[in-house]
């Protein structure tokens, strides 16, 4: 048996996400103890109607959402306890709407920071209705093999070392959440475990106290023994050592108290606990409380330390009367599935991985490119160019190198509204489309007719060189096998009126004590083809190609500079029609050539 | 709980209809002369200088100057303002009409568990703290205002008769209105006093408790609260506290200058025990400290930097139960990071450091510790079989 929570408790959970942990942590314990979750709602209005995923086992279970706390218990009657996990400011209507719930007969407030007056009207609202208000400032509640409410107990390992996945003979009560778990472990490891532990929050006045469940423990043939933990401040272990000294008690009450300290500190300082406390005139000191409960004849160690041989003392006497007999433990306990990570690195899983990549990394603490912490990219000096370098392909390239790729990008960010990529972005931009969605766009429109050249064109300029062709050779060989050659030729401009963008990056490149094959060839089979045709230059996407090849990118990589390049020009596009807050447009009528048949009438559907 | 100093204490009482004299807050003898100017009592009455601090035994320390005219009250101004007791700079003094009177009387509210109580007695100052027999007391459940007959039933016990019957019974009712309105935890008024122009009872002094969680319900506690225990909070304190207010979890920080044992410990409850377990060995605590509620790691690296800067200190108790779901490797990390920090700028000489943790991933937190020593690190690291408070004999003894 237990106290407040077993096997037939289920529970609502008001509030949001430390709620949501709070489920899976009790998920654990119910798949250790082989019952299913109890966790049959949560209230949380924000998300009503939707679900949470709770992990039981190796898989998941639904944990509806509703409203109110009179719908959740509604859909699901056999709900009796409410766990409430709602901010400080608003738990009082909270633990109001359960404790009003006829369902519901134990609510849990985890809320810590709860004013004073606010848990005083809560406990006497229960009080008056006969229900338990427990908290605020609870840890939670943990019956052992049967039920668990809140985090209590700690990680599923904890569990297992504890015992908790069966009863023992000794109730626990304390304040401390923290200490909670290690009287539990005591009890575990000096002892055969607890029935039910209670953590009643640190506050000055909790709800229900020490004494209202020492009557329910009182009165559970189970329990043999209660340990409490309790602090300065209040009269709470008082009231217990009253209780225990006005008459014969079946169970044995054992107990310690924090606060000692309190006689060599300044006066007033004030502890982790609210409730913590000294009063003004200097009740409620460690050592009043710790006379008190010696006076009523409860078993009060002198220190913490000393707790676990007196719980051993204690129980090895139960033992003797027959009292209790030592316990069972199962032959064998539900394992809690690892996750993939952690089977993993405890070399119990090969898994085959989805991607590769050889790049990049952003594990650590910042990502690294090609190994690279991007931070000592800045910090030693490298720029942009740098990282398209390494990113694109994999190596550091040098500075004259990055000059050359930033004076690309330089000279291709942006060519007018007018160009395909503009126009497309701009068109977006107009009709109220989002960022991202104009420039791409703008971006569709880079192919073999704009701006898309760059690749194709060091593709075969590259072949060329390496097939050391002469230039007639190589007009030969474009003309049988793939017609025009990419990178020659422009729309508007031509010899008399030449792309300065062109002049200006050969004119740079050529200034530098590098080789230039492919930039070289590329130039001369500008002579042959512009002296036929005067507009059959050597174009942006040509010149580019070419130097690019020549600083040694792959031929793939190539349309991406213009595709970087261009993404500037795009963008500023975009954020321009913005700032203009430009109108929807379409193409005036008499821009269109209408070509099509003539209005007719139409035939009878056959 | 939260104290307020006088001033703001008697504004909310004024709120409530409760009388109070007239007074002013300043922080300069400039302030004073201009509020001279347009407050027309200052130059009037006889008044009562009293230094505007959370300090104990002011009349001892001759921060407390009554029976001044305004020039005696500026003179008594100037020489209380910026005068250092302890670690306590006065920064503010109040200024007071001074209530001629006869009789002193006793009125406090305080907080119980079932709701509140009314503490009347007919005699006050330090006459009612020998005399704690003749305050008579009215109980009263939560939710529940005392009726006009309770409170002049109440009045007649404590023994007051005619007319003040009445009046003490209506000041009780003006008393529980402010202490329940302003989520009050204790308020006390020793002397209230029969002022003799009109009859009527004044609240000469104002001892105000509030419950700090409930601040967010007034937005008008525009104040700040004192420290409770006699001096000022030091800046290394203040800075904890800063953290404190913005974040999950909680860390606590409070220095006791003189000790040589430092505490790291985790856990509002356990912290205490540690605390308990220093002093019991005879040791000399140089701190309080506590981290809870898994609060993030930079919040305990900050805290973990300020006990690493307490001067003189011998050993560091890094102690703590098994935890529910605060995570150690989180935590300890963020431990880790302050004691890295703290020995790069030459701190921790000599220093020796005791851990004993359980709790969610407490294998990797502990093993992270114990991988300190490679580091130069005076360290010693135990688990949860080593019972809680077993590092602080091992520290103490170690001597």
């Known amino acids: ?224 023994a209660v340990v409490i933990v309790g602090e300065m401040g209040g009269d709470l272990e008082e009231r217990a050592a009253e209780w225990y000294g006005a008459k014969k008690r079946r169970v044995k009450l054992m107990a310690v108290v924090s606060g000692f300290c309190q006689e060599s500190l300044p006066k007033g300082m004030k502890f982790g606990h609210a409730g913590a406390k000294e009063g003004l005139k200097g009740e409620g000191s460690a050592r009043s409380k710790s006379d008190a409960l010696k006076k009523s004849g409860a078993i009060v160690p002198a220190t913490f330390g000393a707790l676990g041989p007196a719980i051993k003392d204690v129980y090895q006497d139960m033992l003797k009367s027959g009292q209790v007999k030592e316990p069972v433990e199962p032959a064998s306990l539900p394992k809690l599935p690892k996750s993939i990570e952690a089977a993993m690195k405890a070399d119990e899983v090969m898994v085959t991985p989805l991607i590769r990549t050889t790049i990049s990394d952003d594990r650590g603490d910042e990502p690294c490119y090609d190994g690279y912490p991007a931070s000592e990219l800045i910090n030693k000096g490298y720029e942009i160019p740098h990282v398209v370098g390494l ?216 | 709980m939260a104290k307020v100093l006088e001033g703001p204490g008697m504004g909310l009482m004024k709120k409530w209809g409760i009388n109070v004299p007239n007074y002013v807050v300043v922080t300069s003898v400039d302030e004073l002369t201009k509020l001279g100017q347009a407050n027309e009592w200052l ?159 004044v609240a000469l002094d104002a001892v105000t408790l509030l419950d700090g969680d409930a601040k967010f319900r007034h937005p008008d506690w525009n104040f700040a609260f004192a420290a409770e225990f006699g001096r000022a909070y030091s800046k290394q304190e203040e800075e904890v506290m800063a953290v404190d207010s913005k974040i999950k979890g909680s860390v606590k920080f409070i220095e006791i200058p003189g000790g040589d044992t430092a505490m790291l410990p985790a856990g509002g409850g356990a912290s205490v025990y540690y605390s308990d377990a220093v002093v019991a060995r005879g040791g000399k605590l140089a701190n309080y400290a506590e981290y809870s509620g898994d609060p993030p790691d930079w919040a305990v690296e900050v805290l973990t930097e300020k006990v690493c800067s307490l001067p003189g200190i011998k050993n560091i108790i890094v102690g703590g139960a098994i935890a529910n779901f605060t995570d150690v490797v989180k935590t300890f990390g963020g431990i880790i990071n302050g004691f890295r920090k703290a020995k790069s700028e030459g701190k921790l000489k000599g220093v020796k450091i005791w851990v004993r943790r359980g709790g969610p991933r407490e294998k990797e937190g502990l093993d992270a510790m114990r991988a300190l020593k490679d580091e130069g690190f005076d360290i010693s690291v135990f688990d949860r079989n080593t019972p809680l408070t077993d590092i602080v004999d091992k520290a103490l003894q170690a001597k």
């Not at chain 1, 793939?482 to 300065?500: C, E, F, M, Y």
């Not at chain 2, 016990?157 to 008393?175: R, V, Y």
């Open chain 1, 391 to 606: 990113l694109w392909d994999k190596r550091l390239i040098s500075k004259q190198e990055a000059e050359i790729i930033k004076r690309i990008m330089m000279l291709s960010a942006d060519h007018g509204p007018c160009v395909s990529g503009a126009l497309g972005t701009i068109i977006a931009a107009c009709a109220g489309i989002g960022l991202s969605q104009s420039v791409a766009a703008g971006l569709i429109m880079i192919g073999p007719r704009f701006g898309g050249a760059v690749t194709d064109a060091g593709r075969f300029f590259k072949h060329a060189v390496d097939n050391k062709m002469t230039v007639d050779e190589f007009l030969t060989y474009m003309k049988k096998n793939h017609g025009p050659v990419p990178g020659i030729g422009h729309r508007v401009k031509s010899l008399r009126n030449p792309d300065k963008r062109v002049k200006e990056l050969v004119g740079y490149v050529k200034s530098l004590p590098i080789k230039t094959p492919c930039l070289d060839f590329a130039l001369q089979v500008e002579q042959v083809t512009a002296a036929k045709k005067d507009n059959l230059i050597l174009n942006v996407d040509g010149t580019m190609a070419a130097v690019l090849v020549d600083i040694g990118f792959p031929v793939d990589s190539l349309n991406g500079f213009f595709i970087l390049s261009r993404t500037i020009g795009l963008i500023g596009h975009w954020v321009d029609q913005k700032r203009q807050d430009s109108r929807l447009i379409r193409l005036f009528d008499y821009l269109v050539n209408y070509a099509a048949p003539k209005r007719r009438e139409v035939p009878p559907l056959k």
């Open chain 1, 1 to 224: 048996m237990s106290i407040l929570a077993n096997k037939d408790t289920y529970v609502v959970i008001q509030g949001g996400v430390a709620g949501v942990n709070a489920a899976r942590r009790m998920a654990e314990f119910c798949y250790l103890i082989k019952r299913s979750l109890n966790v049959l709602a949560f209230v949380y209005p924000p998300d009503a109607g939707k679900t949470h995923e709770i992990p039981y086992g190796s898989g998941l279970v639904a944990v509806p959402i509703y409203k109110t706390v009179a719908e959740a218990t509604k859909h699901h009657p056999q709900i009796n306890t409410s766990l409430v996990y709602i901010g400080a400011d608003r738990a009082m209507k909270g633990g109001m709407e359960a404790l009003d719930d006829t369902h519901i007969k134990v609510v849990s407030m985890i809320t810590e920071g709860v004013p004073e007056k606010d848990a005083k009207i809560l406990g006497a609202h229960a009080r008056k209705l006969g229900k338990v208000f427990n908290g605020p400032s609870s840890i939670g509640i943990v019956s052992a093999g049967s039920c668990r409410l809140g985090v209590i107990g700690g990680a599923f390992d904890n569990l297992v070392l504890s015992k908790l996945y069966r009863e023992g003979s000794f109730g626990v009560i304390t304040k401390s959440g923290g200490l909670s778990n290690e009287i539990i472990w005591i009890c575990s490891q000096f002892a055969d475990g607890i029935t039910t532990a209670i953590g009643i929050g640190g506050d000055a006045y909790p709800g229900t106290d020490y004494v209202s469940y020492l009557e329910m423990f009182e009165n559970d043939p189970q329990t043999k």
């Open chain 2, 43 to 201: 130059k009037k009455s006889k008044l009562v200088a009293k230094a505007h601090e959370a300090l104990g035994s002011r009349f001892k320390l001759g921060l407390v100057k009554v029976d001044l005219d305004f020039k005696a009250a500026e003179a008594a101004t100037k020489e209380m303002i910026g005068r250092q007791v302890g670690s306590i700079t006065v920064t503010q003094v109040i200024v007071s009409e001074m209530i001629p009177h006869k009789e002193e009387y006793y009125c406090a509210v305080k907080s119980t568990r079932e709701g509140s109580e009314i503490l009347v007695a007919n005699c006050g100052g330090i006459e009612v703290e020998s005399n704690w027999e003749r305050v008579k007391r009215l109980c009263l459940e939560i939710g529940q205002a005392p009726s006009a007959d309770a409170l002049e039933k109440l009045s007649k016990e404590a023994g007051f008769t005619g007319p003040l019957i009445k009046k003490m019974a209506d000041f009780a009712g003006k008393m529980y209105g402010c202490f329940d309105s302003e989520d009050a935890q204790y308020l006390e008024v020793n002397p209230v006093v029969t002022r003799a122009s009109d009859g009527e009872l």
